[in-house]
């Protein structure tokens, strides 16, 4: 068993950076890949970011990239996802979720989730 839990949301102006924080508990975390998805109001839950359990692999959603950044601190048990030029569209709930495989974008590809961290960005 796993337990996740998300930090770091809030309301930013469009344009502006947030950095999400998710800490890990329960088992060895470094065995495995971690990522964010995000879910906005009526709309199905999406990939964001994934990084394997060493770090060195590492796949975005083409709407994240070259704006997002996620890492891992294997030492401290957390998993980060540094948000910059947020934009209208990136409102949404955003969840931290342990996996097997950082290749996986599919919800169904992770076992454990986070509640969630409302990230909401105005113009």
């Known amino acids: 068993q796993v337990q996740l839990e998300e930090s770091g949301g809030g309301l930013v102006q469009a344009g502006g950076s947030l950095r999400l924080s998710c800490a890990a508990s329960g088992r060895t975390f470094s065995n495995f890949a971690m990522a964010w998805f995000r879910q906005a109001p009526g709309k199905e839950r999406e990939f964001v970011a994934a990084?394997?359990?060493?770090?060195?692999?590492?796949n975005y959603a083409d709407s994240v990239k070259g704006r997002y950044a996620i890492s891992r601190d294997n030492a401290k048990s957390t998993v980060s996802l540094q948000m910059n030029s947020l934009k209208l569209e990136d409102t949404a709930v955003y969840y931290c979720?342990?996996?097997?495989?950082?290749?996986?974008?599919?919800?169904?590809?992770?076992?454990?989730w986070g509640q969630g961290t409302q990230v909401t960005v105005s113009s």
């Open positions: 990084i394997s359990w060493s770090g060195v692999i590492t």
């Open positions: 979720a342990v996996g097997r495989t950082a290749n996986s974008k599919r919800a169904a590809g992770y076992d454990y």
